[in-house]
């Protein structure tokens, strides 16, 4: 590992952490494992609670975006059911379940890998509710590109020379609101616009977070804001700036 990165990586632990780690000892050895699964305590509101990475160098993208920056952080007060599409390995349910923990969780997630490490994290906890499951415009088996450099680019809709093939069930995003939810997150890597378009469900959801991918799934800005303003017709819509303009919060128009 060159010297910038393990400075980058420091700053990203040391962010997530609470700005400290209480033992050298344990930083050093996450140092060495970067390209290996490690173990690490993230903080929210002066709750922490360890946690497993892939030692995948997205994660640590991932973590300092959640964790350091506070991208779910939506001023949503006290939800009851949040439902976390494209959990990967479970950094934003981590999140969630810290800033939120008398919160039921469903956490969605298709690609294999970032399963089991997702399954590593939350097996043992009653608030988490696990589904090895795609959220698409259909229900059914469908092709899953899983990206074998970084998980979290993996993706229903867009396929590259380092994806590989391999099969999954998927739900719509109907389904995946049937039991109801206060907060909804969806990540699905350029799925969304086919999951959000064929959702009624969704225009009950008060508050409604995430990210939208046009490049991955051949769309333009035009879509973009085609699909933000059909969410609009029942929420208030807010979109990042600059570097976060993929990001988007909505809030439920009041009744």
Not at 74 to 83: F, L, N, Q, S, Y
Not at 102 to 108: L, S
Not at 117 to 137: C, H, I, S, T
Request: a positive charge; charged letters at 25%; hydrophobic letters at 40%.
């Amino acid at each position: 590992m060159t010297l910038f990165r393990k400075i980058r990586f420091m700053a990203v632990v040391l962010s997530c952490t609470g700005g400290f780690v209480p033992k050298v000892r344990m930083l050093s050895n996450a140092l060495i494992k970067h390209q290996r699964p490690y173990r690490i305590r993230v903080r929210v509101a002066g709750k922490s609670r360890p946690m497993h990475l892939s030692g995948n160098s997205a994660d640590l993208w991932t973590l300092y975006e959640v964790f350091a920056r506070s991208t779910y952080e939506t001023g949503a007060e006290d939800p009851k059911r949040i439902v976390d599409l494209g959990a990967n390995v479970g950094i934003s349910v981590m999140w969630f379940r810290l800033r939120y923990p008398d919160a039921r969780i469903v956490a969605y997630e298709p690609n294999p890998a970032s399963f089991a490490m997702l399954r590593k994290n939350f097996a043992a906890d009653p608030q988490v509710e696990l589904r090895e499951e795609a959220v698409a415009g259909v229900r059914g088996t469908l092709t899953f590109h899983m990206d074998t450099e970084s998980s979290p680019s993996s993706s229903l809709v867009h396929k590259t020379e380092r994806t590989k093939d391999v099969q999954v069930r998927a739900v719509t995003l109907d389904d995946a609101l049937a039991g109801g939810a206060d907060l909804l997150k969806i990540d699905i890597e350029g799925a969304e616009f086919d999951a959000l378009a064929s959702s009624e469900k969704v225009r009950e959801i008060p508050i409604v977070t995430g990210e939208v991918h046009p490049g991955m799934a051949g769309k333009r800005e035009e879509d973009v804001e085609r699909l933000l303003a059909d969410l609009s017709k029942t929420h208030v819509v807010a979109r990042g700036k600059g570097s976060d303009a993929r990001t988007f919060t909505a809030a439920r128009r009041a009744q």
